[in-house]
């Protein structure tokens, strides 16, 4: 269903919620959503226009990040866009969620303060992630991408099973 008028979603599960499923598509006038501590989500449809901010935070049953879904747009002939997303912020405790893949969102700010001991792909190329950028602690992380944004600096340490990083054309 389509919430035009619905500008900001702050949910918070207190730890006890019983949700499992989210479906937080909007319009152009949704800009910022919150979700934390929700024990059992593992599915997440988020959608708007012009999502300014998502912010996650301790969702540990969220396992595979195909169930973090971001709506497509279509624009005036009908041509597939996706929903853009400026800025996503990870805290708190995700214990299940294996990999990450945020690719053509024109993300401007990644913000990662979350526990992922179980991340093994983290792929935001594609963005327009500008400035520095660090990963640290992914110590499952396998690979990582990062290509076609337009980052100055990546730091990335602690993640000693890294196979593989592309940080071309940045």
């Known amino acids: 269903s ?31 959503i919150t979700i934390e501590n929700m024990p059992v989500l593992n599915s997440i449809m988020i959608g708007g226009d012009k999502l300014e901010k998502l912010t996650l935070n301790n969702l540990p049953k969220l396992d595979e990040q195909e169930n973090l879904k971001f709506r497509t747009v279509y624009d005036e002939d009908g041509e597939a866009k996706a929903t853009t997303l400026n800025e996503l912020v990870f805290k708190g405790d995700f214990n299940a969620l294996k990999g990450i893949y945020l690719t053509d969102l024109e993300l401007k700010k990644f913000t990662l303060e979350a526990k992922l001991p179980k991340l093994e792909n983290l792929a935001l190329q594609d963005n327009k992630l500008s400035g520095s950028l660090e990963i640290k602690d992914l110590e499952n992380l396998k690979s990582l991408y990062l290509q076609k944004n337009s980052l100055t600096s990546i730091n990335v340490s602690n993640c000693p099973n890294l196979e593989e990083m592309n940080v071309s054309r940045n």
Do not use: M, V, W
Not at 13 to 25: A, E, F, P, Q
């Open 2 to 32: 389509d919430l035009p008028a619905l500008n900001n979603i702050r949910i918070n599960g207190d730890n006890k919620s019983k949700i499992n499923t989210l479906d937080l598509r909007g319009g152009d006038a949704l800009k910022e």
